[in-house]
């Protein structure tokens, strides 16, 4: 009995449309192209370059449908643009299904109908009724490109899915906390929930068992055992080598990817022209946002000024109003002392004096405080002071007199000695 087949794999990038493809694989002859005799590494010289192509005379049988290698990236970003939440960057591109059974079914299949054409359209019908079980798992992802390959040492078929899913969207803690319900389901994308990991693998299985292996007489692997087969084994050795050389020929596939039909150079043409419309977006968007923080820290500045001339508009009132009552303080000391003044019948001098005094306090920025004590000390000291000038008035009177009694004594001696 042999077991059914069918391995799930998340891409990243778009390489492997060239494999499913068959690109630069043949000859025009229809054989296996081999490296040149002065390749690079001398160990896979005149070899061929897909081991893995045991017939290579069972190509004419090879099916497909879909999107060709070359327009792989611009299918992808039509399916995703419409979506209302854009996969991250390191998103998986595509998820492909690998489809086969065991060597013994198809050897079975073939002693059956020995017949080429009636062998292979049983298995297409085959193949066929496995997509149709991948289709109703995964209605939301849709089919981008498949193709069945007989020329390998177990025919088997590959599909590529877009990792696309139906699914409400989640709510965070907040959002339960207040009640909310989740709305309507919408398309998503995740390569992760697509497959359902090891549950949905398992019921993708089940599925394939149930409605098609039974069938067709196959049987069912162990549940969760990561079960290999040659065909899958030889498959990803030769993957992996591919990769390495399919940076060095990513180049030279552009320009292969020029015989494509006309609608897919127009069609890239016009995604070329979206993604540059959707960059100036992006650029026009980028713009308003920094205009926006901008105005933003204009308006913090503006009302920082405001708060700090309000306070300085307080603060110069304050300083005003005490201003004005030191004026009027002064003021009030120089009626007070206009009026000493007029009381002891000073003269102008005195008035004089006054004046003096006021502008001095006017000078010196008298404070408010101060006034009361100087007008204090003032009179304190001013009997003091009066006799103290009048001591030095007297003393110079009496200098002065004795100056000219001394002259009129010399006078009158000059006077009688003639």
């Given at each position: 009995m042999a077991y059914m087949v069918c391995h799930a794999k998340k891409l990243s990038g778009f390489g492997m449309g060239y494999h499913i493809d068959r690109a630069e694989v043949y000859e025009k002859d229809g054989s296996v192209r081999r490296y040149p005799d002065n390749y690079e590494f001398e160990d896979r010289r005149g070899l061929p370059v897909y081991p893995e192509i045991k017939y290579p005379e069972l190509h004419q049988w090879n099916r497909?449908?879909?999107?060709?290698?070359?327009?792989?990236?611009?299918?992808?970003?039509?399916?995703?643009?419409?979506?209302?939440?854009?996969?991250?960057?390191?998103?998986?591109?595509?998820?492909?299904?690998?489809?086969?059974?065991?060597?013994?079914?198809?050897?079975?299949?073939?002693?059956?109908?020995?017949?080429?054409?009636?062998y292979f359209e049983k298995c297409e019908a085959y193949f066929k009724e496995c997509r149709d079980v991948?289709?109703?798992?995964?209605?939301?992802?849709?089919?981008?490109?498949?193709?069945?390959?007989?020329?390998?040492?177990?025919?088997?078929?590959?599909?590529?899915?877009?990792?696309?899913?139906?699914?409400?969207?989640?709510?965070?803690?907040?959002?339960?906390?207040?009640?909310?319900?989740?709305?309507?389901?919408?398309?998503?994308?995740?390569?992760?929930?697509?497959?359902?990991?090891?549950?949905?693998?398992?019921?993708?299985?089940?599925?394939?068992?149930?409605?098609?292996?039974?069938?067709?007489?196959?049987?069912?692997?162990?549940?969760?055992?990561?079960?290999?087969?040659?065909?899958?084994?030889?498959?990803?050795?030769?993957?992996?080598?591919?990769?390495?050389?399919?940076?060095?020929?990513?180049?030279?596939?552009?320009?292969?990817?020029?015989?494509?039909?006309?609608?897919?150079?127009?069609?890239?043409r016009r995604m070329r022209a979206v993604e540059e419309e959707e960059k100036r977006v992006e650029v026009r968007a980028v713009t308003v946002m920094e205009a926006d923080k901008e105005l933003k820290a204009l308006d913090k500045k503006i009302t920082e000024y405001k708060k700090e001339l309000n306070q300085r508009s307080i603060d110069l009132k304050v300083k005003l109003a005490a201003a004005e009552k030191r004026e009027d303080l002064v003021k009030t000391k120089e009626e007070d002392f206009r009026k000493v003044l007029a009381n002891t019948s000073v003269n102008r001098e005195g008035y004089k004096v006054m004046g003096e005094v006021i502008q001095v306090f006017r000078d010196e920025g008298v404070q408010a405080t101060e006034v009361p004590k100087f007008w204090t000390r003032f009179f304190n000291n001013f009997p003091q002071f009066i006799k103290n000038t009048l001591n030095e008035v007297r003393a110079e009177l009496r200098a002065a007199k004795s100056v000219k009694e001394q002259e009129h004594t010399q006078t009158n001696a000059q006077g009688k000695s003639r």
């Open positions: 497909g449908e879909g999107v060709p290698a070359s327009g792989l990236r611009g299918a992808w970003k039509k399916e995703v643009e419409n979506l209302s939440r854009k996969p991250q960057k390191n998103a998986s591109s595509f998820v492909e299904f690998n489809v086969s059974a065991g060597g013994e079914f198809f050897e079975g299949l073939r002693k059956q109908y020995p017949d080429d054409k009636t991948l289709d109703s798992l995964h209605p939301a992802g849709k089919t981008i490109k498949w193709s069945t390959h007989y020329e390998e040492t177990t025919p088997h078929m590959h599909v590529l899915k877009m990792p696309i899913i139906k699914a409400s969207r989640k709510l965070n803690v907040k959002a339960k906390a207040k009640g909310k319900k989740a709305g309507p389901p919408v398309l998503k994308y995740s390569s992760g929930e697509f497959l359902g990991g090891i549950k949905g693998l398992i019921k993708l299985h089940d599925e394939l068992f149930e409605t098609v292996g039974k069938k067709w007489g196959l049987e069912r692997g162990e549940s969760g055992k990561d079960a290999r087969h040659t065909d899958q084994t030889e498959w990803q050795r030769e993957l992996s080598r591919k990769e390495k050389d399919m940076a060095e020929k990513e180049s030279k596939l552009v320009e292969w990817t020029e015989t494509v039909a006309e609608q897919h150079k127009d069609l890239d």
